[in-house]
């Protein structure tokens, strides 16, 4: 089992001190540019477990940041056969290595005794369902993002492209 989900947080969709010029409709998330979305908008609480280890607890984290981080994961897995998934607001990192047809995942903190594992396709249509929901989400709320080329960069990234 390998839930990855995230909480809505409308209080958290924009940076910090950006509040008026949103309101005044300002800000075109339609021509943001990629690296602006996955830092500044859609702060969310994110869970991410393998097995019964939480490597992300309610974890407040850049939706767009994570959805890419582990769309670059999927990649990387294939083509080198590890990944990492880390996070520039702090040092956390959680290492993924494929080990026979699994995928075994260790942390830069808090890691388990023994590091839980899952097989490669699992975590791949979990990564690829979280991307999907969402981008799903943030379109439906914010229309706008639709248009903007790094949500199709992302699906081009995760395989899930039409």
């Known amino acids: 089992m390998l839930p ?7 209080a958290r969709d924009i940076p910090a001190g950006a509040e008026s010029a949103w309101q005044a409709g300002r800000i075109d998330l339609a021509t943001q540019r990629a690296t602006n979305l996955r ?5 969310y609480p994110v869970d991410f477990r393998v097995s019964s280890h939480a490597f992300l607890s309610a974890s407040s984290t850049p939706l767009l940041d994570i959805m890419f981080t582990l769309a670059h994961s999927l ?28 995928v075994r995942f260790t942390s830069s903190h808090r890691a ?7 097989p490669l396709e699992e975590y791949a249509t979990a990564a690829r369902a979280f991307i999907t929901r969402g981008t799903e989400y943030l379109v439906t709320h914010h229309p706008p993002l639709g248009d903007n080329p790094a949500l199709s960069e992302l699906r081009d990234l995760a395989g899930l492209s039409a």
Request: charged residues 30%.
């Open 75 to 102: 990649r990387e897995l294939r083509s080198r056969g590890s990944a990492e998934i880390d996070f520039t607001e702090n040092s956390y990192v959680i290492r993924l290595a494929i080990d026979a047809d699994q």
């Open 112 to 118: 388990p005794s023994a590091p839980p594992r899952c």
């Open 39 to 43: 830092y500044g908008y859609f702060d």
């Open 4 to 10: 990855i989900d995230f909480t809505p947080d409308s």
